[in-house]
């Protein structure tokens, strides 16, 4: 098992940057594949972004390819979600998860954070 909390969300405008962080506890964290998934309101829960436990391949949704980018730091068992060219359509809550083998099925994680609300303004 594993803990994770989200923190850096809020309200941007449209065109601008923020980065997403994912704290985990434990000391297994970089045993773990990562994943960020979103919902926005009325909108089933969709898939973000996935990193393998050692970060050397990552998978992105179609709509985020080229904006949005996934790393991790395993030293600081930290994922990060760095979005930039933010649409409104962006608008959700974000939540970050964990699973052991990389997946983009909301299924197959086993542990989630909180979530944390990020706002795109036009």
């Known amino acids: 098992q594993v803990q994770l909390v989200e923190s850096g969300g809020g309200l941007v405008q449209a065109g601008g940057s923020l980065r997403l962080s994912c704290a985990a506890s434990g000391r297994t964290f970089s045993s773990y594949a990562m994943g960020w998934f979103r919902q926005a309101p009325g909108k089933e829960r969709e898939f973000v972004a996935a990193?393998?436990?050692?970060?050397?391949?990552?998978h992105y949704t179609t709509s985020v390819k080229g904006r949005f980018t996934i790393s991790r730091d395993n030293a600081k068992n930290t994922v990060y979600l760095q979005m930039n060219s933010l649409k409104p359509e962006d608008t959700a809550v974000y939540y970050c998860a964990a699973t052991k083998r990389v997946a983009i099925f909301a299924g197959e994680y086993e542990n989630w954070g909180q979530g944390i609300q990020v706002t795109v303004s036009s």
């Open positions: 990193i393998r436990p050692n970060g050397d391949i990552t």
